[in-house]
Structure formats: structure tokens, C-alpha cells
């Protein structure tokens, strides 16, 4: 199947971020009051963890989720797995990694307290094996918990349910969240810092950082430092984040993995489409993306849905390997969402 | 800093090969047959070639200006212009190269839409309107080593390909060295084998090409040859003949894999690969023509969408392999549960033969009684409807 499954190789440029450890921005933390606060945290039980995961309002930086929420759902029954997401298979971009290299005890307790309360079969922390361009060496464990290196091409991510037991449930739940939790059975404190990784090729001091939530992009910028004024700044990942032009206004959230500053924007300029299929090949999903460009711009929204438009995941590997530098992927996900639309509108 | 910052669509790293980067790639590869072309035929084979690109370039400049579009500099009339004259002799007049340049830009590419949008292959049309109309000259080759006179009227001796001499089902004079080097007469860019060759690989190394096209046409291809010799020697050797006449190698390396009139998935290539293969041993076979690439390709071009619409059929089903699987294991599991329904059958015939005949003590269940009325409705309401 990954004959038509394919995806691309990406150069991932984690280093020297990887390597160093998170730098922390000066702040003040803040702090909840909970109704068993003389409980030792190896006696807290799962529904005392839950409240502590609502007290502390920690959010799951891989789909945005509350993690109480998702623990409080998540029904693993005989066989489960609890995935820890710590994949960071987008160049730049080691924000969970180093969660887990560089806080591997606090991360082993927060997968420790994420067992308790939904006791899986079997639990294993994600990370993505292919970091060709350094001599990184993934570690084997974690704690006790074993690292599963997921290989081959970008996106990662989309393929990790291929290593699971089939017909047993699974739960993915990022590392930051875990270290979140961690800290929210340890000293209460509640999660009002994000992990992102700054990198790009103007900045000077490139490295994980941990800041508050709502810090400007400006003044994330300005801790690590900048060797030059950049052409492009995004908020989130290299692959599927966005540029933002007021980085004074722009503020990281709790789902926000990198800033990266680029010195040149890609540029522009476009040629037409030579129809060399290469985005057909890229493509993790196996759809026709060249066929679909083409219906998306010509307003063929009922072709589109006929060619699974729905199924694209936005990874952006299409535009990636476009030699003409069409914005493939950002063409799909508008069509995607005006079929969304016009569903809910019931023209479609 | 923010003035200076630009808006870009994600993902915001790109790979830095792009259709400028490819098309060199295509130009680097084939100035070393242009340098052997000039080493057999002397520097008419250079302007031949520069007036291909000239002629091209500025066809398609007029051609964007036709359309009312800004001229994109993708490269792409240059390596056109650069393949039709190693299609053609070397003695060719050179109001032929232009006449097959203004085919190919004029009426493949433009009234299409320009670069990308072209049903067919522009060198392949643009050689194959010159063959039609000026047989006389494209088929008749000077011979090798002699430098042909850039202006005037050639004095080179002319000669026949080994090509036509299969076609005529003789065996060539020339032997199988002679055609792997290029020393037998030909088209200008297509009898160096070995050159074309390396220049093939080159292609497929930096990824300009795919090398499914090339492969997946070669081999069917010899093999056909293998089985079905045109002249009486051994298998082998009819399929060195074959293959090192007629632009074959050539052919297969630099326009069989022009990237907008191929199929898109290597599925599709090879499909297009295995059937351009028979086509164009039939062409070869029963056509006309000795140099029968050329239009066993405008032919197959037709077929590329089909091919594609044949992967995508494919890919939808596999796409769709587990619901497609489960709406079917739900379906049997309908029919099954329909099968294994034995209280509505005998509610039925109650049903049916409700006359006097019937002991009063029959026990009829409520629900099953309720289920065929409502089916009974529905029946009554479509009758009425009809």
C-alpha cells in the first residue's frame, strides 16, 4: 500500500535546538487550590486526576483538545494503547521532543498518571526516526516507557495508527500535556506556558523555549534574537503554519509548536502546471491532486467531493514538491472547505 | 521588521528544484548529442539547432502576446526548439526546423492555452507535419564524418538510415558498432546511442524524468522485436537493428517523458509505456514511415487522461477499501438477518388468507402484524401512484 501511500523526504534542521535545553521566559506562574491537596501523588486516583487535569486547564498542544476531557472520553478497554505524541515530524519544529530528552522525569510521571486513570495494555512514546541531517540519536527509553521511532516520509503523524493492534482503541495525547500534568499533581500549578521551538535562518540563538501563553511573536523573536530582518515569519509549523505580518500582535496559544523566522520568503512567482505529477506522488493520502487543482479552480466542487477531496489532510507535501511552486495544498483546503459549506448550506 | 515581511501560503519550506532547475537539466542533457551532432556533421548541426531555439522562443513570445499573458520564462519553447532539428537530418533546409517550430508552438501549444495545457507533444507534431510535407528532404540522411555546409546547397553524399532499410525488410549495411556509435546515417541527434544513453541517465539521476516511461516502453519494445523480427537474422540482432534506428532510444528519452502529455501516476506511465510500445512496433511493422515514433506517440498522447482516469478509478477503490468492505459486510449482514426472520413470513399468509377459513384462535404477534400493514400501504400507494 505504500506503493500509492507515499509522502516526502524533508531535510528536518532540528538542530541545534534539539540538543539544548528549553530556555524559560521569565513569569509569574499561577497556582489552583483543589479539594485533595494532602494526597501523595502515587494514592491520587484517576477521577482526582481528571479534576487536576481540569483545574490546571492544561490543553492537549497535539489537537487542541482538554486533556481532562480526552482522559475523562477515552475508553481503551482490553488491549488499548496510550500513544505520547512526541513525533515532530515538521522541519524546525522539536518542541515535544525536547520535552521528552530534556524533562524525561516529569514526562514519565505524567504518562504514570495518565495510565492510572485510563490503564492501557500497552504505552509507548512517538517520535520521528528519519532526523538524517544531525547525528541526534533517539533514545531507546524514556523512564520506563519505550520510544517507538516511526520512520519513513513526512507526514508521520497520519501514519502512526498503522502501528497499532488493530480492533483496539487508542488514545494520543502530547507530551507537553503530560508535563503539564505533571507539574499540575506536583505544585498545583496551573498551564500557563507553552513549549515552541524558534528556529529559522535568522535567528540568532535558535532553541526551544518555554513562554507564556499569550506572549507576542515580537517579543519571543527578541529573547532568542534575530542576525538580520526576516521576509517571513510563522506561527506554528514550517509545513502547516501561517505567516503573520504583525508579529507585535500575534500571541502563541497553547496548540503553538514553532516561530520561525525565514530570511527570504519563497517567493511569488508561479509557472503554469506542467502536469509532471509529482504532487499526485507526494501525496499521503493517494489522491489526484493534480486533477483536483484543476477542478478547484475551475469551481467543480461536485468533481472535487467525487475525487475524495474530503480526505486531504492539509499536510502540505503537494506544494512542497510543486516545481512550478503552486499552492496546491492551500487550493484544496479552500475547496475543501467550500464543499463544507455548501453542505451545510445544502446546495451540494 | 514589518515592513518587510511578505505573505506566503504554507507550507513555507519548498523544495528548491523547480520547472527552471528541470528544463536545465533537459538542456544540459542535450548539449552533449548537439556536440556529437557537430562532431558527424560539422556547424550546421549547431545553427540548425540554435535556429530551433530562436524560432521557438520567439513563436511563443508571440503566442503569449496572442493570449494576452505575461511571457513566463520557463525554458520549455528552448528544449522544443532544441529537439526538433535532432529529429531532422543534418542537411535539412532550415525553413523546415522553422516550419516544424511554428507547428508545434503555433498549433500545439498556444491555442491550448501555452505551457502545460498542450494535448500533444509539440516536437513530436512539429517533426510529424515536416515529414508529411517535405518527405523528400526529411528522409534522406547525409552521410557521417562530412561536415555539411552551413549556407548553400549541400554537397554532402546522401545516403539511406538503417531504418529504411528495414522498413523495406533488408538488412542494413551498416554493422551494430557502426549504429551504437552513431557513424551510420540518421537523424542528426538520434543515431549516437551511446551518448543519448548517458544523457537518459543523466535525466533519471537528477529526476528531471521518471524512469518508469523510458523502461517500461524499452523493454516490451524489445522484446516485440525479439519475437517478431522484420529481417531474417538472429533475435538479437533485430533487436539491436531496431532499436538503434528510427529515434527509438532517443525518442524514449526526451519525448516520451514530456512531463504535460504523460500520464501523471507510474502506474499510468507504465500502462502508457507498455501500449506506446505496441503501437509504435505496429507503426514500424505496417506504417508507412520508417521514423514511425513520431506519430505512434501524437497517438498515444490521446490516451494519457485515460490512463489517468484508470489509476484514479484504482487508487478510489483502495481508497475506500474499508468502508467499501464494511457497507458490504453490513449489507450481508442484512440479507442474512432478512433470511433468519421467521416471524413475519407466517404473519403473512395470516395476512393473505384473512377469509372465514380461519380458526378464530390463531394468535397473531402485534409487532409483525404492524410491519406488514405498513408494507401493505407502501404497496397500495405505489399501485396507486402507477
Known amino acids: ?44 486516583s484517576g477521577e482526582q486526576i481528571i479534576e487536576l487535569a481540569r483545574l490546571a486547564e492544561i490543553v492537549d498542544e497535539s489537537d487542541g483538545k482538554m486533556l481532562w476531557e480526552k482522559l475523562e472520553k477515552a475508553n481503551l478497554g482490553e488491549g488499548g494503547t496510550l500513544i505520547v505524541d512526541a513525533i515532530d515530524d515538521e522541519p524546525y519544529i522539536s518542541s515535544q521532543m525536547s520535552v521528552g530528552i530534556h524533562q524525561p522525569e516529569k514526562l514519565s510521571l505524567g504518562i504514570e498518571l495518565c495510565e492510572r486513570v485510563l490503564s492501557p495494555e500497552k504505552t509507548y512514546i512517538a517520535m520521528y526516526r528519519h532526523i538524517l541531517d544531525s547525528n541526534f540519536g533517539i533514545p531507546r527509553k524514556i523512564g520506563k516507557y519505550p520510544v517507538k521511532k516511526i520512520g519513513g516520509l513526512y507526514p508521520a503523524e497520519s501514519r502512526v495508527h498503522r502501528h497499532l493492534p488493530k480492533g483496539k482503541n487508542s488514545v494520543i495525547i502530547g507530551a507537553c500535556a503530560m508535563l503539564h500534568l505533571a507539574r499540575a499533581a506536583e505544585e498545583s500549578r496551573k498551564m500557563t506556558t507553552c513549549f515552541v521551538t524558534v528556529a529559522g535562518d535568522v535567528v540568532k540563538n535558535p532553541r526551544n523555549v518555554e513562554v507564556p501563553i499569550g506572549t507576542t511573536a515580537e517579543k519571543i523573536l527578541e529573547l532568542c534574537g534575530l542576525t538580520e530582518e526576516p521576509e517571513a515569519i510563522i506561527l506554528g509549523g514550517s509545513m502547516t503554519g501561517r505567516a503573520i505580518f504583525e508579529p507585535e500582535n500575534e500571541t502563541v496559544g497553547p496548540t503553538t509548536r514553532g516561530i520561525i523566522a525565514l530570511a527570504r520568503s519563497y517567493g511569488t512567482y508561479s509557472y503554469t502546471c506542467i502536469g509532471c505529477g509529482r504532487c499526485d506522488h507526494a501525496c499521503p493520502k493517494a489522491l489526484s491532486v493534480c486533477s483536483m487543482r484543476k477542478f478547484a479552480e475551475a469551481g467543480k466542487l461536485d468533481l472535487l467531493q467525487e475525487y475524495d477531496v474530503s480526505m486531504c489532510i492539509g499536510c502540505g507535501a503537494c506544494s512542497y514538491v510543486c516545481p512550478s511552486r503552486i499552492d496546491v495544498a492551500a487550493t484544496l483546503i479552500k475547496a475543501k472547505k467550500q464543499i463544507e459549506l455548501a453542505k451545510k448550506e445544502g446546495t451540494l | 521588521m514589518k515592513e518587510k515581511l511578505m505573505f506566503q501560503n504554507a507550507p513555507h519550506v519548498r523544495q528548491s528544484e523547480s520547472v527552471v532547475t528541470m528544463m536545465t537539466d533537459v538542456i544540459f542533457a542535450l548539449l552533449p548529442i548537439y556536440f556529437m551532432a557537430f562532431f558527424y556533421h560539422g556547424a550546421r548541426s549547431l545553427v540548425l539547432g540554435l535556429v530551433g531555439i530562436i524560432s521557438c522562443s520567439v513563436l511563443s513570445l508571440l503566442g503569449s502576446f496572442f493570449l494576452r499573458e505575461k511571457p513566463v520564462p520557463d525554458l520549455t519553447p528552448i528544449i522544443t526548439g532544441l529537439i526538433i532539428p535532432l529529429l531532422l537530418p543534418a542537411d535539412i533546409p532550415y525553413y523546415t526546423v522553422v516550419s516544424a517550430c511554428a507547428v508545434a508552438i503555433f498549433v500545439v501549444k498556444v491555442p ?23 518527405p523528400e528532404l526529411v528522409f534522406r540522411y547525409p552521410v557521417t564524418m562530412q561536415a555539411v555546409e552551413v549556407f548553400g546547397k549541400s554537397t554532402v553524399k546522401i545516403a539511406q538510415s538503417p531504418a529504411y532499410s528495414l522498413s523495406l525488410g533488408a538488412v542494413p549495411d551498416y554493422n551494430i558498432l557502426d549504429m551504437l556509435l552513431g557513424t551510420a546515417p540518421g537523424p542528426m541527434g538520434a543515431t549516437n546511442i551511446l551518448v543519448v544513453v548517458a544523457c537518459g541517465i543523466f535525466l533519471i539521476v537528477k529526476k528531471a524524468v521518471n524512469w518508469i516511461t523510458p523502461v517500461s516502453f524499452l523493454l516490451p519494445y524489445s522484446a516485440l522485436c525479439m519475437i517478431f523480427p522484420r529481417i531474417s537474422v538472429s533475435p538479437l540482432e533485430s533487436l539491436c537493428y531496431e532499436l538503434f534506428s528510427g529515434a527509438i532510444i532517443f525518442g524514449a528519452f526526451f519525448m516520451l517523458t514530456e512531463p504535460v502529455t504523460s500520464p501523471k501516476r507510474d502506474f499510468g506511465k507504465l500502462m502508457a509505456g507498455i501500449s506506446a510500445a505496441v ?13 514511425g515514433f513520431a506519430s505512434a506517440l501524437i497517438l498515444m498522447n490521446v490516451f494519457s487522461p485515460i490512463f489517468d482516469a484508470i489509476c484514479e478509478s484504482v487508487l478510489h477503490v483502495i481508497r475506500h477499501k474499508e468502508s467499501i468492505s464494511d457497507s458490504l459486510k453490513a449489507e450481508m449482514k442484512r440479507k442474512k438477518e432478512e433470511k433468519e426472520k421467521p416471524v413475519v413470513r407466517p404473519v403473512k399468509k395470516v395476512e393473505e388468507t384473512e377469509a372465514p377459513g380461519i380458526p378464530e384462535e390463531t394468535e397473531v404477534p402485534e409487532e409483525p402484524v404492524e410491519i406488514d400493514l405498513s408494507e401493505e400501504k407502501e404497496e397500495e400507494k405505489e399501485a396507486a401512484q402507477l
Open chain 1, 1 to 44: 500500500m505504500s506503493l500509492f501511500f507515499k509522502g516526502i523526504f524533508l531535510e528536518q534542521k532540528k538542530e541545534p535546538m534539539l540538543t539544548r535545553s528549553t530556555l524559560v521566559m521569565r513569569q509569574e506562574f499561577e497556582y489552583f487550590d483543589c479539594d485533595f491537596p494532602d494526597t501523595a501523588i502515587d494514592e491520587l
Open chain 2, 112 to 134: 491550448f492555452g501555452g505551457t502545460g495545457s498542450n494535448l500533444f507533444n509539440p516536437a513530436a507534431v512539429g517533426f510529424a507535419s515536416v515529414a508529411i510535407c517535405w
Open chain 2, 279 to 291: 503501437v509504435v512496433f505496429l507503426f514500424r511493422y505496417y506504417g508507412g514511415f520508417e521514423m
